[in-house]
């Protein structure tokens, strides 16, 4: 154990926490982690940042899935935090889009960037961490509760994260008994600008959206859970067995 901790701090990567989903999660994690957050931009002027440093120890990293050397970077980027100490125990890949894609709008290139950004770039993310997490690590992976009843406004989404679905199994199958490897599939937690919550909410079997606060409980029980590995947990308020 003491391999993977650094005073009791264990160090985990969040692709993607920076904003929204996670942010929420690295604010909540920074209470007794320390974190690598990454994001598609440049760094700078986040205050929520400087205020988790004053407890945690804070890495930032730009990760973007569009850069052509993506994958060179993401290798140096995980060779200095070695070079420097940091032993990481667990890692949450988070980053997405959520695009609107009917059919009938469909193109080679739309659905090029929306498999690239959410399928292409969390299986390159789990490939560039997997040997690099500390034995006991959990890789956690967000998908959508659209693995049990795709959006269909948003099918070639839908289509990525059922995709993600068939990795959570099938890495876990790969990196056992070192790493294990969760997912998330969830409902509407934060939604998207625009979106018609009120509908949303009466859509699921508890008349109402998610709260990041469940995404937070459901990584800690995931991270906490040795027995665990190769599932998807499902957080949706029921969503699915809401009649059509
Ligand atoms: N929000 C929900 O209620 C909900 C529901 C179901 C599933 N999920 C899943 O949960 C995860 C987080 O969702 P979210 O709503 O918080 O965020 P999101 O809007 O789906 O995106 C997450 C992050 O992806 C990053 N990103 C965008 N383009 C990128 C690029 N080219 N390269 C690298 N990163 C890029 C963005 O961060 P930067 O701008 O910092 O790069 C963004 O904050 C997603 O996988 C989503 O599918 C969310």
Not at 184 to 197: C, I, K, Y
């Amino acid at each position: 154990m003491e391999r993977i901790l650094r005073n009791d701090r264990p160090c985990w990567v969040l692709v993607g926490g920076r904003r929204r989903l996670g942010r929420a999660l690295a604010e909540d994690l920074a209470r007794d982690h320390d974190l690598v957050l990454t994001s598609s931009e440049p760094w700078g002027g986040e205050t929520w940042v400087d205020d988790v440093s004053r407890t945690a120890r804070i890495r930032t990293l730009q990760w973007n899935a569009e850069h052509p050397d993506l994958v060179s970077r993401m290798m140096a980027d995980l060779d200095t935090l070695e070079a420097d100490g940091w032993v990481i125990s667990g890692a949450i890949l988070l980053a997405g889009t959520f695009p609107a894609s009917p059919l009938g709008t469909w193109t080679s290139e739309h659905l090029d960037a929306t498999w690239r950004m959410n399928l292409s770039f969390p299986f390159l993310c789990a490939q560039a961490l997997a040997p690099r997490l500390a034995e006991g690590a959990c890789l956690q992976i967000l998908l959508d509760t659209s693995i049990h009843q795709p959006w269909l406004q948003r099918l070639p989404y839908s289509a990525a994260k059922a995709g993600l679905a068939a990795l959570v199994p099938g890495l876990a199958q790969l990196l056992a008994p070192k790493v294990r490897v969760v997912g998330h599939a969830l409902g509407t937690l934060l939604p998207a600008e625009g979106s018609d919550v009120a509908f949303l909410a009466s859509r699921t079997l508890l008349k109402r959206i998610g709260d990041p606060a469940d995404l937070c409980r459901a990584v800690r029980f995931a991270a906490d859970s040795p027995f665990l590995t190769g599932e998807v947990l499902t957080q949706d308020g029921g969503r699915r067995w809401v009649d059509r």
